[in-house]
């Protein structure tokens, strides 16, 4: 991968971080889909009681909380990732090529159906 | 955001695909979410009973699946990101330096507490 | 607990179900709050792409397999429950009179803001 | 359902909390689904950097905790069962019977790959 990608940085910085703190001894592949899913629920409780209209308009102050909550959504994803050995980038990239496979523009404009209600 | 980013390229082609699929009426922040999270839960799913020695160490064949699904976790975090305009790369260093100065490398080392916890 | 008790029985069922399987070796606190989040995940992809009117009135094989994912959630929570010794019904009591002092019903009517977010 | 049962004396005492506070509005199974998993993500965030052991002897103050997220777990479950008209014992019976088929004791026994895994 590119060094001078931004995901790249942040996998060298966030890996220091934790090198830093002496915390890879907790940072197994388990403890971080834990604590993805953990930071995953805490956007979820963002928009629990919201309609889906006031989700796309929300107030700056809750907005800001929310980016934050994406932020460390991507921190433990990259955690986890590069504990793996897994580049994101191309597996995103792989998985997109799959879906297009799987969900035919033509087949499943406007259906939201998921792959396996299709067959 | 310099547009030759690799995560940045992965925002428009994912942004293209929902478009060609008309898939934006269902792509709120709220759905979203929930989809992400979604995908969150197939990767704990996989390591739910691993020991975490087991989980540094997975077979190939299940490394190809969890490949996938942190593909899937990003995939969503974009799509999320982009729905509410935040810009990932940016808040993930925010957040970071946020980190750096909740947790002291000198006070937390080696201890996986919690912030709340230190207080 | 009365031992007559429907959720005193299921208890029972299911750690005979473990016991025969050997499976209490797996079956951390750690490994089921996994278990049990991934189980709650697939309530939640049923409803990802729903609006809350469409979530209200499910189609009857949906419902069916809604009904099934609500089952998986009250196994894990039994299990976990069981393994640390707590009673759900006593804890379920205290916590609701907890909400009660929470969210006085005058104060809160019609509003469901987070409780943090009162103050 | 016996109107005895510790479970169905629940259901009623959360139906007539909501009513109190007008909150059925808020209350269908789409925003009940993501209010329970935000609960669940809770209870793994507890055990997130734990080791499975120590996950097995929680301290007495982190046990009072987690108590009271097994309650709201427990809460939301049958919140959303009685929006959906689900009977929540009578569902994890069948599914319990659906698993004893699936996962016969001498096939299984000591190992826990999941059942798509036997196959």
Redesign the interface.
Known sequence: ??HS???EQ?RQ??AE?AA????D??H????L??????E?????????????????R?PEEK?AE???E??????Y??R??D??G?D??A??????R???TR?P?ER???D???ASEYD
Chains 1, 2, 3, 4 share one sequence.
């Open positions: 991968m590119d990608d931004s995901l942040l910085r966030l971080f830093e703190r002496d915390w001894q907790f197994t592949p388990k403890n889909a834990m604590a993805l899913i953990a995953a629920a805490e956007l979820v409780e963002h928009f629990q009681w919201l309609t889906p209209e006031q989700s796309n929300l907005l929310v980016r934050l994406l932020a460390d959504i991507l921190i994803l990259i986890t990732a504990k793996l897994v994101l980038i597996a995103a990239n792989d998985k997109i799959i879906n297009e969900y523009a499943v404009r406007g939201a159906r998921r």
